[in-house]
């Protein structure tokens, strides 16, 4: 494709406008709580700055729903991004109109504004023309470097690529694509990718690309149990997707007909409940009890996953294989992330990606151990299962 990274374009002197990813976590007295995706997004507003540009920077926090919601104002990402930089960085009153255009209007190279929260409009995930036509005329450069919110055809994303002469991506949104797109179009051999979490539902299109990409697809997480119900097992109270029984069993068949190696998890553990102080045990995979809750993989599965991902080339993870919120059921998700950092220290590309599988990471406290952690989750997924994303396209010259 032919997208211009931030590096190939004239900035000095110029209005930048970039899209980030600010849609950070906040306590009750509205403090950020895990101020990663603002620091992911430094080295682009260092450099853009470093050039002598002007720079505006836009984002969305939470989900207001078009409505001015002063619990999701921008503020503490203004407080936070000034420290980071060692200068002011002001916070517009809004993110559109004639107080913004002044405010931009009069500022000079070296200069940093951030626009006020994006989803107080519902004009932005409408990706109105209006609207977009507006956040365009503030700028003479667009920059995206939200990966987060790259496959999403929102104003910021998309909309507003129609009516800038010049457009590029980012450092963080570049990292990301080169990563996930050559871990489906060309990836070191052998490929292996590791799938869990709750639900089959939200990852069935990523399971089918992976069939005919992966040398090895290990399934774990809950959702291992709703292929073991289309086995025939009994799961005892583990959660079961029901309405998707059926589906487990397509996929098994046509995991057997692919040439991609097919691993659900032969033993687990199975407590009295999801609690710390619950009994528990492992058992084998057909040996679950009527009245138990499977609460992670076993150790025999462990050995197994752990070997093919340290024979590995390139492994993708996306999913926790337990619930490993609770320290008790942490081992087999812990197990998985420490493999991950053996084999990156002997060379295989390591990539994770979706919310759970990043913090579990961040638990574990291996994050500087791996390849890649990518920031965004639903974005991610997309790349990994194969399709564009809108946000992507739009800076397609």
């Known amino acids: ?12 002197g110029k209005r930048v406008i970039v899209r980030c990813d600010f849609n950070v976590p906040l306590d009750p007295n509205g403090e950020i709580t895990n101020d990663k995706r603002i620091v992911s997004s430094l080295p682009t507003i260092r450099y853009i700055l470093g050039q002598g540009a002007r720079l505006i920077l836009m984002s969305h926090l939470g989900r207001p729903k078009g409505k001015r ?39 000079k190279p070296g200069d940093t504004v951030l ?3 994006l989803r107080f409009y519902g004009e932005e995930e409408k990706n109105d023309p209006e609207f977009s036509k507006q956040l365009a005329s503030l700028a ?23 009516f800038m002469k010049t457009v590029g991506c980012g450092f963080l949104l570049k990292k990301e694509i080169d990563y996930l797109r050559d871990a489906v179009a060309n990836p070191k051999r052998p ?55 059926d589906l487990a ?29 619950a009994d528990t045990r492992y058992v084998d995979r057909n040996a679950i009890p009527a009245d138990w809750t499977s609460t992670d993989i076993g150790p025999k599965t462990v050995d197994i996953f752990a070997s093919r991902i340290r024979s590995a080339g390139t492994v993708v993870w996306n999913g926790p294989m337990g619930a490993f919120e609770i320290m008790k059921f942490a081992g087999g998700t812990r197990a ?27 638990q574990f406290g291996l994050e500087d151990r791996l390849s890649h952690i990518s920031t965004g989750g639903g974005a991610s997924l997309e790349l990994l299962e194969g399709k564009e994303l809108p946000g992507v396209i739009a800076l397609d010259r």
């Open 115 to 117: 626009l006020e929260n």
């Open 1 to 12: 494709m032919a997208i211009k990274s931030v590096e190939d374009l004239d900035l000095k």
């Open 69 to 107: 919601v002063t619990e999701m104002s921008l503020a503490p990402v203004a407080e936070n991004l000034s420290v980071h930089l060692g200068k002011t960085v002001r916070l517009a009153t809004d993110c559109v109109g004639p107080e913004v255009e002044s405010l931009v209007g009069s500022m």
């Open 249 to 277: 069993g397509d996929i098994m068949k046509k995991a057997e007909a692919s040439s991609c190696e097919f691993l659900l998890p032969v033993d687990c553990m199975v407590a009295t409940a999801f609690d710390e102080n």
């Open 336 to 362: 998985v992330a420490e493999a991950l950092a053996d084999a990156t220290d002997a060379g295989t590309v390591t990539i994770v990606g979706g919310g759970d599988s990043v913090a579990a990471v961040a």
């Open 140 to 162: 003479d450069v667009y920059i995206n470097d939200a990966f987060g919110t790259a496959h999403r055809a929102h104003a910021s994303t998309e909309g507003i690529t129609r």
């Open 191 to 245: 490929f292996a990718a590791i799938i869990g979490g709750a639900k089959i539902s939200g990852k069935i299109e990523v399971i089918m690309t992976l069939l005919e990409k992966a040398d090895t697809l290990l399934i774990g997480g809950a959702m291992a149990f709703t292929f073991f119900k289309a086995m025939g097992l009994e799961i005892g109270k583990s959660l079961l997707e029901a309405d998707k029984v």
